[in-house]
């Protein structure tokens, strides 16, 4: 048998189709700045060439990582979900209740953290499980009922905590945010990582997010559990007919998937610092619909998940740093996401592209 | 009552046709989950191309001396800017799972993601905020048909038919009414629409027939994709005052949900629009209907929260989904990609 090269492996042609999508959502961005200034005059062309210089230049800038990584915690569904908004917002709606509505001085805070992370993690799961089940049982389209659960849990966020007395009425410039979990001692551990970057927001959760990443790893890739949810993934038909129960495996994936969005929320605002707006009933979190470009940038792999994270964090800062340098806005990052994703769906033309030109090269060598 | 109609009415045209939308692209074998996403767009466009208007002389001159037919055809023209530009925006969809056999769901997802962050990052450039308005004026003195616009006065009484179908409507209402019914018979009673068709059921056999499935799909896509950016603009234009702000408020999916709610039948669809539509508009004014006009606000004095209202299109819209798909009709190629080769 002939051994394959290095690049015809199939690894690493599939990393090499992520790098392309990126390299084109990139280079989109890059054109749509050119153009704006071009025809804008207010921004001329010099201008033009500093916003390309961001953008590319995110993709390099490392030492800012750090301060995404408290961020990227919440990139984790590592399944095509479009419902992460909403089960993100059900684990907010439970952690932050759990972990305002039990008294500090009754409980150690440490417990209550513990007992919220759970709670909100567990309203995630249950979320995640209805479109899952009308999915399994009614066979509804799982996009829709997704969409629909997703505006159900803004309305229904919207609603409990316009009831409720968490809201932050101690600062009046704040109004329409829910207090800060630090009102009540929790916040998540620090663990020194504060002290080892300095000036950054970093904190014991990207420890724990990188703990979820590994051992959704382990449990996708060497149990039982992970292979049937697998094997229902690329034929729901054929896995039934092999003796694997297709509807549990579909509601228990979604549930899955719905307490890992959820977990990043709760990790996210039970840092302690982060406010959460509670009016949310108008818009959905966007960093919910960014786990999609994240889980397909790693080709739904739990571990390139985190780098994918990472990257995604690197160019939410670079965009946020190009509102405040030039005459730009923040949302051509978006537009950038977008246009990854966008050539994400036809990876596997790309991928089949690559073989083509890679076993050209090959040939050639013999 | 008289309220209660046009409400519905406003919110239900606007699903009924982007509904269409759906049905043409699903039918012709693509699942057109970017409806939201080419809505949003086609809102943009028709919202910047009043406002260019707006500074022109003829329109200047129209505004200042009540020249309700130019606002008209201004409205009309809209309309079909809007639609033009949704389905150029809505080409990115049928290229990438057409030629390139895309995952589609992934593709119309990317083209919502899409279409919200172009939108806002253009809005901002060009209005320094995060939503587009007129330049002057709202959408109700300019477009609106009054009683005084045709010619009636002030104190005239139409009658009930009259006050409801008359007096503060839009013509883009019965525009999309007239599509619709035109659209419908295309596609359910002419050569054409057979073997549109066609190509969703069993695309091979439409290509042995020498029917070109890929030119099809790309018309069924395309017509979707004008339908959708026209009712985004709609949309924007009747019940959001002619803004756009990358949000149409999960229109688009509720389409969707209406249209798998209609069985992929025009009838059945508009009835399920004008249901949606009903709900629609009790959640976005409750408090002002007053549903036997003798001056008491029933909904509102049942005290139920608010949010319960705006909660109830999307409870309904699962409850309906859970009850109808079983026994629904979708058209069998959808979703999957034409591969010649393929028996």
Redesign the interface.
């Known amino acids: 048998m002939k051994k394959k090269s290095f690049i015809q492996n199939d690894a690493v042609q599939s990393i090499l189709s992520s790098l392309i999508a990126i390299f084109i959502g990139l280079a989109v961005g890059a054109v ?1 700045i050119l153009i ?1 200034g071009c025809v ?1 005059a207010d921004i001329g062309i010099s201008g033009a060439m500093e916003g390309v210089r961001i953008v590319f230049g995110g993709l390099f800038s490392t030492g800012r990582s750090a301060s995404g990584a408290s961020v990227a915690t919440a990139y984790k569904s590592g399944l ?1 979900n ?1 419902g992460a908004p909403g089960q993100y917002l059900m684990g907010t709606l439970v952690s932050l209740s759990v972990a305002l509505g039990i008294p500090s001085d009754k409980l150690h805070p440490i417990l209550i953290w513990l007992i919220a992370f759970v709670a909100g993690t567990l309203a995630g799961a249950l979320w995640g499980m209805i479109p899952g089940a ?1 999915k399994a049982f ?4 799982e ?3 997704c ?3 997703n ?2 849990a803004a ?2 966020v ?2 409990l905590f ?2 409720s007395n968490f809201k932050n009425v101690v600062e009046n410039t704040k109004s329409g945010y829910i207090y800060k979990t630090a009102y009540n001692n929790v916040a998540t551990a620090k663990l020194g990582l504060d002290k080892l970057f300095k000036g950054s927001q970093v904190n014991g959760g990207i420890v724990i997010a990188i703990l979820i990443a590994v051992l959704m790893y382990i449990i996708m890739s060497k149990t039982t559990l992970g292979y049937q949810l697998k094997a229902c993934g690329a034929n729901r038909h054929a896995a039934r007919y092999a003796g694997i129960k297709d509807g549990r495996n579909i509601v228990l994936s979604m549930g899955i998937a719905g307490a890992l969005s959820a977990a990043g929320a709760c990790l996210y605002y039970l840092a302690g610092n982060t406010e959460f707006y509670w009016s949310t ?3 959905l979190p966007a960093i919910g ?1 960014n786990g ?2 994240v889980a ?1 940038l790693a080709s739904c792999h739990p571990v390139g998940v985190i780098f994918a994270a990472l990257f995604m964090s690197m160019l939410d800062i670079s965009g946020l740093q190009l509102t405040n340098l030039t ?3 923040e ?2 990052t ?2 950038m ?3 990854i ?2 050539i ?3 990876s ?2 790309i991928r089949l592209w690559l073989k083509k030109v890679t076993g050209k090269k090959g040939g050639n060598k013999e | 009552m008289t309220y209660l109609v046009q409400q519905t009415l406003l919110y239900a045209i606007p699903l009924m046709i982007v509904a269409l939308a759906g049905v043409f692209a699903e039918r012709s074998g693509i699942i057109n989950l970017a409806l939201e996403g080419i809505m949003i767009f086609g809102a943009f466009m028709g919202v910047l191309f009043v406002r260019m208007m707006q500074s022109t002389y003829w329109i200047e001159y129209a505004s200042s001396h009540k020249g309700y037919g130019t606002m008209q055809l201004l409205e009309i023209l809209t309309m079909l800017f809007a639609g033009l530009c949704g389905a150029i925006f809505s080409l990115l969809l049928s290229f990438a799972s057409i030629n390139l056999k895309a995952d589609q769901t992934i593709g119309g997802t990317a083209l919502n993601m899409m279409a919200p962050a172009f939108v806002l990052f253009f809005i901002r450039i060009i209005a320094n905020q995060n939503t587009l308005q007129m330049l002057s004026g709202d959408s109700a003195s300019m477009f609106m048909i009054k009683k005084t616009t045709l010619g009636f006065s002030k104190n005239d009484d139409l009658g009930f038919l009259g006050n409801t179908f008359l007096h503060k409507v839009y013509l883009a209402t019965y525009l999309c009414i007239i599509i619709y019914v035109v659209l419908s018979v295309i596609l359910y009673k002419t050569k054409f629409g057979l073997r549109l068709r066609s190509c969703g059921e069993n695309p091979q056999a439409a290509d042995s027939l020498g029917i070109n499935v890929y030119k099809m799909r790309y018309t069924g896509t395309t017509i979707s994709g004008a339908l959708a950016g026209m009712g985004g603009f709609v949309y924007s234009m009747t019940t959001a005052n002619c803004t756009s702000n990358g949000d149409v408020a999960g229109f688009g999916f509720l389409a969707l949900a209406v249209m798998i709610f209609g069985n992929w039948k025009p009838l059945n669809i508009a009835g399920a629009s004008i249901l949606f539509g009903l709900f629609k508009c009790i959640a976005a004014g409750y408090s002002s209907i007053d549903i036997n006009g003798d001056g008491i606000y029933l909904l509102a004095d049942i005290g139920v929260s608010a949010h319960l209202y705006r909660m109830l299109p999307y409870v309904i819209t699962l409850l309906v989904l859970a009850f109808t798909s079983k026994n629904s009709r979708a058209p069998k190629a959808e979703g999957i990609p034409y591969d010649k080769g393929k028996r």
């Open positions: 749509v704006v804008n095509f479009i009308l009614m066979n509804i389209n996009v829709l009922a969409i629909m659960t505006w159900i309305n229904l919207t609603w316009d009831i009933y108008q818009s619909f999609i470009p397909l005459a730009y806005n949302y051509i978006d537009v996401i977008a246009v994703v966008y994400s769906a036809f596997l033309v």
